[in-house]
């Protein structure tokens, strides 16, 4: 089944705002440049939501003081171009003190502990800002917590509930509500020969805490929508991990965990991204 590649140019100050409408309506992934957004979304993806908010965009812009425009190209990806363009950016990647990232055509090399991904079908290569907070801070926390049970919510690829595994949680629980997705991960977890990690397609209602560490690599506005579900699944003395917020708006994402009882640990920056460790104290 072929893609949907969309290419939006835009001026430069709105393309956080713009990928996270991107994130929000299920892109699998986007590549930024300046004034310029290429996003992927599955074939089956229903673009007709995120069309109208697209137009909605383009209407404020152009009643700004100084009009401007957003241009949107639509196109088909075949398959094989589209594994082919994830190929050619996707090199191994050395992140925090213990993990490489690589894919399925490299080699691992090296005392690191190889993290394999088929970057074909989902979100989470390793690449992203996003992704690698995930995995410095859960390296960061894992010793100070009961290193029993871990929850991955919004799997993607499986990677950071793989790199779970690798951390020594003999219980790992991926949940993700896209199924292709899912179907990434069981193939990404095989290739890890990682045998502890349970995938399931649905959402948090599903899955019955306590957590000794919930990793969560979403966007902000679903955060604060998850924030107290999050919160009642962790263990005290447990650590979340939340990602995926544009710098600017963890303050109210912040608000929203300590509103649910739990306490901030430590805001992690990398490039626009804020990723944030909270705990829960006894």
Same mark, same amino acid.
């Given at each position: ?5 969309? #290419? ?13 409408? !991107? ?23 229903? !673009? ?43 090199l ?21 502990t ?19 907070? =995930? ?11 009961a ?7 919004? #799997?993607?690829?499986?990677? !950071? ?13 991926g949940?993700?509500?896209?199924p ?14 990682t ?61 929203? =965990? ?20 909270? #705990?829960? =104290?006894?």
């Amino acid at each position: 089944m072929p893609y949907h590649q969309l #290419t939006i140019t835009l001026p430069a100050s709105l393309q956080e705002h713009l990928i996270g409408i !991107l994130m929000r309506h299920r892109s699998l992934g986007v590549i930024e440049d300046v004034g310029r957004v290429t996003a992927f979304f599955s074939g089956a993806a229903d !673009l007709a939501p995120l069309m109208r908010e697209l137009e909605i965009v383009e209407t404020l812009l152009e009643r700004m003081t100084s009009p401007a425009r957003l241009g949107i190209e639509h196109a088909e990806v075949p398959d094989q171009d589209w594994n082919e363009s994830w190929k050619r950016g996707f090199l191994p990647i050395e992140i925090g003190e213990r993990f490489l990232v690589l894919p399925t055509w490299e080699s691992a090399a090296g005392d690191r502990t190889p993290l394999v991904i088929d970057p074909g079908q989902a979100f989470g290569t390793g690449h992203h800002e996003t992704t690698r907070s =995930c995995l410095v801070l859960m390296e960061r926390y894992v010793d100070r917590t009961a290193r029993e049970r871990f929850l991955d919510v919004g #799997t993607g690829t499986g990677l !950071l509930a793989i790199a779970a595994d690798k951390l020594g949680f003999p219980d790992v629980e991926g949940i993700d509500t896209d199924p292709l997705a899912i179907a990434a991960a069981k193939e990404n977890a095989a290739l890890n020969r990682t045998t502890v990690l349970r995938l399931r397609e649905g959402d948090l209602s599903g899955s019955a805490g306590p957590y000794d560490m919930i990793v969560a690599n979403l966007i902000s506005g679903t955060l604060l929508t998850l924030a107290g579900e999050i919160a009642s699944r962790l263990g005290v003395g447990g650590y979340a991990v939340l990602s995926g917020i544009l710098r600017g708006q963890e303050d109210e994402v912040i608000g929203a =965990c300590e509103s649910a009882g739990l306490s901030l640990v430590e805001r992690h920056t990398d490039g626009k991204w804020i990723s944030l460790a909270m #705990t829960r =104290c006894g």
